[in-house]
């Protein structure tokens, strides 16, 4: 079988003889006698179209053979095949992009391209040095587009052993046979099994998006060509959205981001002061009217709309007084349920906690001295009851 894809990245239709066909797992996998279709490997992902007008799921190589998996099998032994074009050149831009990012960083700081892959939003490469600034990534970055400016040819062929030791290359073949070269003329000279744009200039751009480091390396996010246009019309429209809701000019952005940020928090913490305050006074209102039990004091109390950590909380405020026993109860889209005691109160709250639940078909737990939990709304009532039952009864 012949791999077209090697000598022509450019072809987008073309007609070829369905030579073998197989059903596995769910899948018929086509062997044609010659193929444009480019299997996943090498961190590019694999070509995707039609054959025979039936779309092609995926494309891998097994046993040194392209596989073609499809849904159907073809009705012809001959048949048209299409490749999805916009997919394929965006393959292509992403993998000569990364070449020539990859030959950039080895030149400027020795650093080596560990791995590669071209992901459905962005690519990555892993450098081997992690020692770089984001200054220096920058410099990266310019002068790779500097380079494109320059539209060198990128040029693809075999080679035998006697060739191969005559090439600067950046990096070791993988195979010891039929080892292919892409060449990026007097930049990178790399072994690669992938498709490849002709020239520079038809990478458009190349930017690095994001970086993260790490004891093994720095892995880099970039984009290239169209998916670099695309990422800069978005943010774009972004900082023009910003502009106009912030009423500032571009490069006051930032200041006036950090400026509502720092205000947020601070709006933030007087209202949780102000929240406590309430708190304290609601607390200070539930002990006033409480139940004297004579061992202990009882407060009880069911909310509207109130969610269970704000439930606990209160309790707790409660409880710091001595001699209580506290029951809360709210009801919003379930039912919630506090029940919490003083630390001088020698009731286990725990040991009777989930027959409560039960009456509310409800989930929940906590230990000997706060416990909490929510179920169904229709018997809060009879929980609440039944946990001041018990309670009364100690």
């Not at 791999?3 to 086509?30: C, H, L, P």
């Not at 444009?36 to 039936?54: L, S, V």
């Not at 002068?143 to 693809?156: F, V």
């Not at 609601?282 to 004579?294: F, N, Q, R, T, W």
């Amino acid at each position: 079988m012949e791999r077209m894809y090697y000598y022509d990245s450019y072809k987008r239709s073309f007609t070829a003889n369905v030579i073998d066909a197989s059903f596995v797992n769910g899948y018929y996998e086509i062997i044609l006698d010659e193929t444009y279709f480019y299997p996943e490997g090498g961190g590019q992902p694999a070509d995707t179209g039609t054959i025979d007008g039936i779309k092609v799921e995926n494309v891998i190589l097994k046993n040194n053979k392209v596989i073609h998996m499809l849904k159907e099998i073809p009705k012809n032994k001959s048949v048209i095949c299409e490749i999805d074009w916009e997919k394929r050149f965006d393959n292509m831009q992403q993998h000569s992009g990364q070449h020539l990012l990859s030959a950039v960083f080895y030149k400027l700081y020795n650093a080596e391209t560990e791995s590669f892959s071209i992901g459905d939003d962005c690519s990555h490469i892993t450098l081997t040095n992690n020692n770089l600034s984001k200054s220096e990534l920058a410099e990266a970055e310019e002068e790779a587009n500097k380079i494109i400016y320059s539209n060198l040819p990128i040029s693809t062929y075999f080679v035998d052993n006697e060739e191969l030791i005559k090439l600067p290359l950046r990096k070791k073949p993988k195979v010891n046979e039929n080892i292919r070269i892409v060449e990026i003329k007097d930049i990178d000279y790399s072994p690669c099994g992938g498709t490849h744009v002709k020239s520079l200039g038809e990478i458009g751009l190349i930017k690095i998006r994001n970086y993260e480091k790490s004891k093994k390396g720095i892995r880099i996010e970039f984009l290239c060509g169209l998916r670099a246009i695309k990422d800069y019309n978005v943010k774009n429209n972004c900082i023009n959205t910003l502009i106009s809701l912030l009423s500032v000019k571009e490069d006051e952005i930032l200041d006036k981001v950090n400026k509502l940020f720092l205000e947020n928090k601070e709006l933030k913490k007087e209202l949780n002061m102000m929240k406590e305050n309430i708190l304290l006074y609601e607390a200070e209102k539930l002990i006033g009217e409480s139940v004297d039990l004579k061992k202990y004091k009882l407060v009880t109390k069911t909310f509207i709309d109130r969610d269970l950590k704000e439930l606990r909380n209160l309790s707790q405020i409660v409880t710091k007084e001595k001699g209580i026993i506290c029951i809360l109860c709210s009801i919003s889209e379930s039912a919630n349920i506090v029940i919490s005691r003083s630390e001088d109160v020698n009731i286990n709250i725990n040991s009777f906690f989930n027959s409560i639940l039960d009456i509310i078909d409800g989930n929940g737990g906590g230990n000997q001295k706060i416990c909490q939990g929510s179920g169904k709304i229709e018997n809060i009532d009879k929980a609440l009851e039944k946990a001041i039952n018990i309670i009364s009864n100690y």
